[in-house]
């Protein structure tokens, strides 16, 4: 299998502009997670979806951002209009469903840069 | 809430040393814990596991033992070798599928 499969990986932007990223979830895996990551709040969960349906939006940080799943296999993340302080390391996870399958997968991320 | 707490690193040890990262938490219920390792420009990996009170996780030389009685977790590798270098993050699935993080800790491993 190809792992988890985000992009693009490096996305450079400036203030304002929208920004929409990617992600391609393993087959067959029913969960997938959008996390972020900086230097000062560590890695935190934006949303996850079972079943392309938004679980938990939480942890999405303001009105700025949302994510879709129109299908078991694409998932977006959307941020509009983009802040330098979104600039960060998105990651997206999958995993399986079932007891004892917990582990999540993680794709390579996308490093945005917001100017 | 749910929470995890691990060690500030940087954790700096020349080749074969010992390695301990402590891991503790704070959860409702009987979480699941995990160890995940990130190397340089890529994404998490699991490294090991546990699901229940006293289960060993173990993998490529690291262990770590589920302690209810303390709440921990710590991550332990008898020999590190310079391919051991990387961010080490402790975690914990309390069931809803969402995983809390630890900060992280990394792990310099020097020849």
New interface residues.
């Given amino acids: 299998d190809a792992g988890v499969i985000q992009s693009p990986r490096h996305e450079v932007t400036e203030m304002g502009q929208e920004v929409t990223l990617r992600c391609k979830p393993i087959s067959g895996h029913d969960y997938l997670f959008w996390y972020r990551q900086t230097m000062m709040r560590g890695l935190e969960l934006l949303i996850y979806f079972n079943n392309n349906v938004p679980i938990d939006d939480s942890g999405m940080p303001e009105d700025r951002f949302s994510a879709k799943m129109p299908n078991a296999s694409f998932s977006t993340l959307k941020i509009q209009p983009s802040e330098p302080r979104d600039s960060a390391v998105y990651f997206c996870a999958s995993s399986p469903q079932g007891a004892g399958q917990e582990t999540q997968y993680f794709g390579p991320g996308t490093r945005l840069l917001v100017l | 809430g749910n929470s995890v707490t691990q060690m500030e690193g940087p954790v700096t040890l020349s080749e074969e040393a010992f390695l301990t990262i402590n891991c503790t938490y704070t959860a409702t219920g009987y979480p699941?814990l995990?160890w995940?390792v990130q190397y340089p420009?890529?994404?998490?990996?699991?490294l090991l596991?546990a699901?229940k009170a006293d289960d060993k996780g173990s993998n490529k030389g690291f262990e770590a033992t589920y302690r209810k009685e303390t709440t921990s977790f710590h991550l332990e590798k008898g020999s590190v070798q310079v391919s051991d270098s990387a961010v080490y993050?402790c975690a914990l699935?309390t069931g809803?599928?969402?995983?809390?993080?630890?900060?992280?800790t990394r792990l310099q491993v020097q020849p």
């Fill in positions: 699941s995990f995940y420009g890529e994404g998490l990996q699991l596991k699901t993050f699935d809803r599928r969402a995983l809390t993080f630890g900060s992280g």
